[in-house]
Protein backbone atom coordinates (compact mmCIF):
# COMPACT_ATOMS: atom_id res chain seq x y z
CA UNK A 1 0.00 0.00 0.00
CA UNK A 2 2.75 2.18 1.09
CA UNK A 3 4.81 1.96 -1.97
CA UNK A 4 1.51 2.47 -4.71
CA UNK A 5 0.52 5.71 -2.41
CA UNK A 6 4.36 7.04 -2.71
CA UNK A 7 3.83 6.52 -6.43
CA UNK A 8 0.98 8.31 -7.00
CA UNK A 9 2.37 11.16 -4.86
CA UNK A 10 5.25 11.04 -6.86
CA UNK A 11 2.79 11.68 -9.88
CA UNK A 12 1.02 14.16 -8.62
CA UNK A 13 3.72 16.24 -8.02
CA UNK A 14 5.66 15.53 -11.25
CA UNK A 15 2.55 15.87 -13.47
CA UNK A 16 0.71 18.55 -11.53
CA UNK A 17 3.45 20.50 -9.93
CA UNK A 18 1.28 20.26 -6.39
CA UNK A 19 3.20 19.93 -3.12
CA UNK A 20 2.04 16.93 -0.79
CA UNK A 21 0.98 18.92 1.72
CA UNK A 22 -2.14 20.40 -0.95
CA UNK A 23 -3.32 17.13 -1.48
CA UNK A 24 -3.91 15.32 1.82
CA UNK A 25 -7.66 14.78 1.17
CA UNK A 26 -6.45 12.73 -2.05
CA UNK A 27 -4.08 10.75 0.11
CA UNK A 28 -6.64 9.68 2.65
CA UNK A 29 -9.08 8.40 -0.44
CA UNK A 30 -6.16 6.63 -1.97
CA UNK A 31 -5.28 4.55 1.28
CA UNK A 32 -9.25 4.24 1.60
CA UNK A 33 -9.31 2.91 -1.88
CA UNK A 34 -6.52 0.43 -1.74
CA UNK A 35 -8.23 -0.98 2.01
CA UNK A 36 -11.22 -1.11 -0.07
CA UNK A 37 -8.98 -3.06 -2.70
CA UNK A 38 -7.28 -5.45 -1.05
CA UNK A 39 -10.44 -6.53 1.50
CA UNK A 40 -12.85 -7.26 -1.92
CA UNK A 41 -9.99 -9.03 -4.29
CA UNK A 42 -7.80 -11.04 -1.79
CA UNK A 43 -9.43 -14.31 -3.53
CA UNK A 44 -9.34 -12.61 -6.87
CA UNK A 45 -9.13 -15.88 -9.05
CA UNK A 46 -7.16 -14.24 -12.13
CA UNK A 47 -3.83 -12.96 -11.11
CA UNK A 48 -2.48 -11.85 -15.01
CA UNK A 49 -5.21 -9.54 -15.05
CA UNK A 50 -3.91 -5.90 -14.94
CA UNK A 51 -4.39 -2.83 -12.52
CA UNK A 52 -3.53 0.57 -13.82
CA UNK A 53 -4.13 3.50 -10.55
CA UNK A 54 -4.93 7.19 -11.70
CA UNK A 55 -4.31 6.62 -14.99
CA UNK A 56 -4.58 10.42 -17.24
CA UNK A 57 -6.64 9.65 -20.68
CA UNK A 58 -4.84 11.03 -23.24
CA UNK A 59 -5.81 14.33 -24.24
CA UNK A 60 -8.19 14.88 -21.54
CA UNK A 61 -6.74 17.63 -18.73
CA UNK A 62 -7.23 16.65 -15.84
CA UNK A 63 -9.28 13.10 -16.29
CA UNK A 64 -8.15 10.16 -14.67
CA UNK A 65 -10.44 7.51 -14.10
CA UNK A 66 -9.54 6.01 -9.90
CA UNK A 67 -8.46 2.40 -10.90
CA UNK A 68 -8.86 0.88 -14.34
CA UNK A 69 -8.56 -3.20 -14.55
CA UNK A 70 -7.77 -4.96 -17.78
CA UNK A 71 -9.24 -8.44 -18.04
CA UNK A 72 -7.59 -10.59 -20.36
CA UNK A 73 -9.98 -13.90 -21.56
CA UNK A 74 -10.83 -15.37 -24.84
CA UNK A 75 -11.56 -11.12 -25.12
CA UNK A 76 -10.45 -8.09 -23.64
CA UNK A 77 -12.10 -6.14 -20.77
CA UNK A 78 -11.95 -3.23 -19.05
CA UNK A 79 -13.31 -2.07 -15.89
CA UNK A 80 -12.98 1.39 -15.30
CA UNK A 81 -13.83 1.80 -10.92
CA UNK A 82 -14.33 5.16 -9.44
CA UNK A 83 -14.22 5.54 -5.54
CA UNK A 84 -16.74 7.85 -3.65
CA UNK A 85 -16.15 7.87 0.31
CA UNK A 86 -19.79 9.33 0.88
CA UNK A 87 -23.01 7.67 1.09
CA UNK A 88 -24.91 9.84 -1.07
CA UNK A 89 -23.41 9.45 -5.22
CA UNK A 90 -24.59 12.51 -7.27
CA UNK A 91 -25.35 12.76 -10.74
CA UNK A 92 -22.15 14.44 -11.83
CA UNK A 93 -20.40 12.04 -10.31
CA UNK A 94 -22.57 9.30 -12.21
CA UNK A 95 -21.85 11.25 -15.51
CA UNK A 96 -18.25 11.44 -14.49
CA UNK A 97 -17.90 7.99 -14.70
CA UNK A 98 -19.67 7.68 -17.41
CA UNK A 99 -17.85 10.37 -19.67
CA UNK A 100 -14.50 8.41 -18.46
CA UNK A 101 -16.02 4.94 -20.17
CA UNK A 102 -17.09 7.08 -23.51
CA UNK A 103 -13.32 8.44 -23.42
CA UNK A 104 -11.73 5.54 -23.45
CA UNK A 105 -14.58 3.27 -25.65
CA UNK A 106 -13.93 5.90 -28.58
CA UNK A 107 -10.90 7.88 -28.22
CA UNK A 108 -8.13 5.38 -26.72
CA UNK A 109 -6.51 3.72 -29.58
CA UNK A 110 -5.92 0.81 -27.93
CA UNK A 111 -9.33 0.28 -26.43
CA UNK A 112 -11.18 0.75 -29.75
CA UNK A 113 -8.75 -1.47 -31.51
CA UNK A 114 -8.08 -4.55 -29.10
CA UNK A 115 -10.97 -4.01 -26.17
CA UNK A 116 -14.46 -6.06 -26.57
CA UNK A 117 -15.89 -4.20 -23.64
CA UNK A 118 -15.66 -1.20 -21.05
CA UNK A 119 -17.45 -1.09 -18.12
CA UNK A 120 -17.72 1.72 -15.84
CA UNK A 121 -18.09 0.45 -12.19
CA UNK A 122 -19.29 3.20 -9.25
CA UNK A 123 -18.38 2.16 -5.88
CA UNK A 124 -19.29 4.17 -2.36
CA UNK A 125 -16.88 2.96 0.71
CA UNK A 126 -18.77 4.74 2.96
CA UNK A 127 -20.62 2.35 5.84
CA UNK A 128 -24.28 3.90 5.08
CA UNK A 129 -24.24 2.82 1.52
CA UNK A 130 -26.71 1.01 0.75
CA UNK A 131 -24.78 -2.50 0.01
CA UNK A 132 -26.17 -4.11 -3.13
CA UNK A 133 -25.13 -3.95 -6.79
CA UNK A 134 -27.29 -2.47 -9.37
CA UNK A 135 -27.06 -1.32 -13.27
CA UNK A 136 -28.00 1.95 -13.66
CA UNK A 137 -29.27 2.58 -16.74
CA UNK A 138 -29.06 6.10 -17.36
CA UNK A 139 -25.94 6.12 -17.01
CA UNK A 140 -24.85 2.84 -18.57
CA UNK A 141 -22.69 1.87 -15.05
CA UNK A 142 -22.58 -0.45 -12.03
CA UNK A 143 -23.02 0.91 -9.22
CA UNK A 144 -21.63 -1.61 -6.02
CA UNK A 145 -21.46 -1.49 -2.47
CA UNK A 146 -18.92 -2.21 -0.42
CA UNK A 147 -19.01 -6.67 -0.43
CA UNK A 148 -20.02 -7.07 -4.25
CA UNK A 149 -17.16 -5.85 -6.23
CA UNK A 150 -15.80 -9.16 -6.57
CA UNK A 151 -18.94 -11.05 -8.09
CA UNK A 152 -18.96 -8.06 -10.36
CA UNK A 153 -15.50 -8.57 -11.20
CA UNK A 154 -15.44 -12.01 -12.18
CA UNK A 155 -18.99 -12.28 -13.54
CA UNK A 156 -19.94 -11.55 -16.94
CA UNK A 157 -20.89 -7.79 -17.96
CA UNK A 158 -24.03 -6.74 -16.84
CA UNK A 159 -25.34 -4.26 -19.80
CA UNK A 160 -27.51 -1.84 -19.76
CA UNK A 161 -31.42 -2.65 -20.84
CA UNK A 162 -31.89 0.03 -23.38
CA UNK A 163 -28.39 0.76 -24.36
CA UNK A 164 -26.42 -1.01 -27.21
CA UNK A 165 -24.53 -4.22 -25.41
CA UNK A 166 -21.39 -2.77 -26.06
CA UNK A 167 -19.74 1.11 -27.04
CA UNK A 168 -16.79 -0.98 -28.65
CA UNK A 169 -18.30 -2.10 -32.31
CA UNK A 170 -15.19 -4.15 -33.44
CA UNK A 171 -11.99 -5.37 -32.79
CA UNK A 172 -9.79 -4.01 -34.89
CA UNK A 173 -10.39 -1.49 -37.83
CA UNK A 174 -10.24 -1.33 -41.46
CA UNK A 175 -7.25 0.23 -41.33
CA UNK A 176 -5.40 -2.52 -39.28
CA UNK A 177 -6.57 -5.57 -41.24
CA UNK A 178 -6.88 -6.21 -45.02
CA UNK A 179 -9.81 -8.68 -44.36
CA UNK A 180 -11.82 -10.48 -41.58
CA UNK A 181 -9.30 -13.05 -41.07
CA UNK A 182 -6.74 -11.17 -40.88
CA UNK A 183 -8.49 -8.98 -38.42
CA UNK A 184 -9.04 -12.45 -36.54
CA UNK A 185 -5.39 -13.27 -36.45
CA UNK A 186 -4.48 -9.53 -35.48
CA UNK A 187 -6.98 -9.94 -32.61
CA UNK A 188 -5.81 -13.11 -31.26
CA UNK A 189 -2.13 -11.82 -31.29
CA UNK A 190 -3.25 -9.22 -29.35
CA UNK A 191 -5.41 -11.75 -26.59
CA UNK A 192 -2.67 -13.56 -26.95
CA UNK A 193 0.34 -11.70 -25.71
CA UNK A 194 1.90 -11.44 -22.35
CA UNK A 195 0.04 -9.24 -19.65
CA UNK A 196 3.13 -7.26 -19.79
CA UNK A 197 3.32 -6.53 -23.18
CA UNK A 198 -0.84 -5.81 -23.31
CA UNK A 199 0.19 -3.34 -20.38
CA UNK A 200 2.58 -1.37 -22.40
CA UNK A 201 0.90 -1.40 -25.35
CA UNK A 202 -2.18 0.35 -23.54
CA UNK A 203 -0.08 2.90 -20.85
CA UNK A 204 1.33 3.41 -24.39
CA UNK A 205 -1.70 4.23 -26.26
CA UNK A 206 -2.38 7.26 -28.33
CA UNK A 207 -5.75 9.70 -28.36
CA UNK A 208 -7.22 8.70 -31.73
CA UNK A 209 -11.21 8.90 -32.61
CA UNK A 210 -12.56 5.19 -33.10
CA UNK A 211 -13.59 4.52 -36.79
CA UNK A 212 -17.28 4.94 -35.67
CA UNK A 213 -16.38 8.65 -34.43
CA UNK A 214 -15.08 9.42 -37.39
CA UNK A 215 -17.87 8.35 -40.03
CA UNK A 216 -20.49 9.82 -37.76
Same mark, same amino acid.
Given at each position: ??????????????????? !?????? &??????????? %????????????? =???????????? =????????????? !????? /??????? #?????????? =?? %?? /? &??? +???????? &?????????????? #????? !? +??????????? /????? %???????????????? +???? !??????????????????? &??????????? =??????????????? /???
Amino acid at each position: TEDIVQALIQLYVNHYNEH !TSQIQP &QIRAWYDSLMY %LKSCLKDYPFPDD =LIIFEYILPRSG =LSRPDVIIIQQRE !TITIK /VIEFKSH #PHLAENEKWQ =LR %LY /V &QKL +SYYHDFSH &QHVNYIQGILISTH #PKWDD !T +SRMDDEHAIII /VGRTH %LLDTLTSPPLLPSELP +SSPI !TSVVDDSQADNTSTAANYA &QKVIAADPKEI =LEMFLASEYRPSPAI /VHS
